[in-house]
């Protein structure tokens, strides 16, 4: 076990090795979540958290990386941490492990009651990306109440609505 922790690049490429061979029901490799997730996180925060986009930018990229490989990749908190990941990044992981909960609303609500900040923009960047173009009304109606559950308790995204569209318009149509 090694005591570095990895920079961004580096949990960059880890992303993309767990995430090797997976694709997104569009077609293009699922890496293209998570960075496009990590584009959009790291613009939320300096736009609605302006003050503390020095302290926890990077814990926001790469938590937005590796969002989602406790879920779907053959990986643990403790190979995360093995493998160099920062411990709260770990953290942030972990409570962004949907798996872990009873309901989708379960999920959502823990977010925003008790996760702070990180956990909420990254999942809110996330639910951002995946209901971008989405066709799946069920689907599509579960980030709609996401969203606007979020927005209730976090008035600042609701106040720059037009700005995030923007924000998901660019993290997104590069990547296609």
Do not use: W
């Not at 990229?61 to 403790?78: G, M, N």
């Amino acid at each position: 076990m090694s005591n570095k922790v990895l920079d961004n690049n580096q949990v960059l490429q880890l992303a993309t090795e767990l995430h090797s061979g997976q694709k997104r029901s569009s077609g293009l490799d699922y890496i293209t979540h998570p960075v496009a997730v990590a584009r959009i996180a790291s613009d939320l925060l300096d736009l609605c958290f302006p003050i503390l986009k020095d302290r926890l930018k990077d814990c926001v990229i790469q938590s937005a990386y590796l969002h989602d490989v406790l879920e779907d990749c053959p990986i643990t908190e403790q190979g995360l941490i093995d493998q160099g990941v920062d411990k709260d990044v770990v953290e942030i992981c972990r409570i962004l492990n949907k798996n872990n909960y009873f309901s989708y609303c379960d999920y959502i609500l823990n977010i925003i009651e008790n996760q702070g900040s990180v956990a909420l923009i990254v999942k809110y960047a996330d639910i951002l990306h995946n209901s971008y173009k989405q066709k799946n009304r069920l689907k599509l109606d579960r980030y709609d109440l996401a969203l606007a559950l979020i927005e209730t308790e976090y008035y600042i995204f609701s106040t720059h609505r037009s700005l995030i569209r923007d924000i998901v318009n660019r993290a997104t149509e590069d990547l296609q």
